[in-house]
C-alpha cells in the first residue's frame, strides 16, 4: 500500500531532549515536506526536500533539522525542544512539481 | 510574503445546498494549488489539484478553480451531505519558488441532516 509513515504517532518529551521524527514513503517520491500546526494558525511549512541531499528552509524553521541522505526518509530533529513546539507535526510527500502530496497521519508532539 | 485567506472561517447548512468556498493569496503567482479536507484528529486528504497548465479539476460532487490573475480559488460542493462535514484546506505552491507552500487557515464545514 503506498503510504506515507511517521513515527512517533504521540510523543510528550521535556525541555532539551533531543528527539526525532521520523518519516517515511514508499512511492519513491523526490519531494517530501514537513508541517506544523496550531490552532489558529493553520499548517505552516517547516522544511521541504526536492531531492535527496537538497533541502531547503519553509516558513518556521528555526529550532529544527531536518536530513536526506536517502529517497524514502525525511527526518525532522529537534536539538532542543522548547515547549513553543508543541504542536502537531505532519510530513508530505509527492512526484516532482506537478503532482499531488500525500500526507502522514501526524505526530502530537507535546514538550514540557 | 505569502498570506493565504479563506473565507468564510465556518459554515453551517442543511443537507442538499449547494456551497462554495473561497481562497485567496496575496501573491498571485501560484504554481499548483491543491484543496484538502481534514476530519477532526485525523491527516490530510487530497480532494482536488489544479496544476500549473490548468484552469479547474472536478470530481464528482466537487469543482474546483483557480484564477491565476487574480490569486482565487473556489471549490464548488454541489448538493452537501452530512458526510461532508470537515475542515477544507487550500494550498498553494509559489510560482517563484518552486516546492514552498502555503496554507490557509481553513473553512469548518458542517452540513446536518
Known sequence: EAQVTQNPRYLITVTGKKLTVTCSQNMNHEYMSWYRQDPGLGLRQIYYSMNVEVTDKGDVPEGYKVSRKEKRNFPLILESPSPNQTSLYFCASRTGTLNEQFFGPGTRLTVL | ?113
Open chain 2, 1 to 113: 510574503k505569502q498570506e493565504v485567506t479563506q473565507i468564510p472561517a465556518a459554515l453551517s447548512v442543511p443537507e442538499g445546498e449547494n456551497l462554495v468556498l473561497n481562497c485567496s493569496f496575496t501573491d498571485s503567482a501560484i504554481y499548483n494549488l491543491q484543496w484538502f479536507r481534514q476530519d477532526p484528529g485525523k491527516g490530510l486528504t487530497s480532494l482536488l489539484l489544479i496544476q500549473s497548465s490548468q484552469r479547474e479539476q472536478t470530481s464528482g460532487r466537487l469543482n474546483a478553480s483557480l484564477d491565476k490573475s487574480s490569486g482565487r480559488s473556489t471549490l464548488y460542493i454541489a448538493a452537501s451531505q452530512p458526510g461532508d462535514s470537515a475542515t477544507y484546506l487550500c494550498c498553494g505552491e509559489s510560482g517563484s519558488t518552486l516546492g514552498r507552500l502555503y496554507f490557509g487557515r481553513g473553512t469548518q464545514l458542517t452540513v446536518w441532516p
